[in-house]
């Protein structure tokens, strides 16, 4: 009964760490954004994973284009900015859809007989199968 409890907040835990290193990237009056190393974090925490694959085929007018539409989306009040609070709960839900996906597509792997429980024989096969 624990074990699926466990494992959530284990992905849970893994999929909202922050990174170690903080790396200012906005600059009031620069015209172009640069990604730094490491941009990809920023990519998959503000779009989500497949999103930000998505987002690496695009051409630069496209990309404007989709943030757009997604910056809409993000602006609860409609007022025409984003506040912390708003950017705050766009992250989570993106991170927390990220979670639930995640769960759901390594659920499974870990339930080897298909009734939607993990045993703790299961887990253990799973996770370490070959070595036991």
């Keep these: 009964r624990a074990l699926p409890a466990l494992l959530l907040l284990l992905l849970a835990a893994g999929a909202l760490g922050k990174p170690t290193a903080r790396q200012e990237r ?3 009056g620069a ?10 974090y920023d990519h998959e925490a503000f ?5 930000a694959r998505s ?3 695009l051409s630069p007018e496209e990309s404007r284009e989709r943030l757009g539409k997604i910056v809409d989306r993000i602006d609860d009040d409609k007022d025409g900015y984003i506040t912390t609070e708003e950017l705050k709960t766009w992250i989570k839900r993106v991170q927390k859809r990220y979670i639930y996906e995640n769960v759901a ?3 499974k792997d870990y339930d080897l007989n298909k009734d939607d429980k993990i045993a703790w024989e299961e887990y253990k096969q799973a996770t370490y199968g070959y070595y036991l």
């Design 47 to 51: 779009l989500g994973k497949e999103e």
């Design 31 to 40: 015209a172009q954004h640069e990604d730094r190393p490491g941009f990809q």
């Design 105 to 107: 597509k390594v659920w």
């Design 55 to 57: 987002f690496d085929q």
């Design 26 to 28: 906005a600059r009031a």
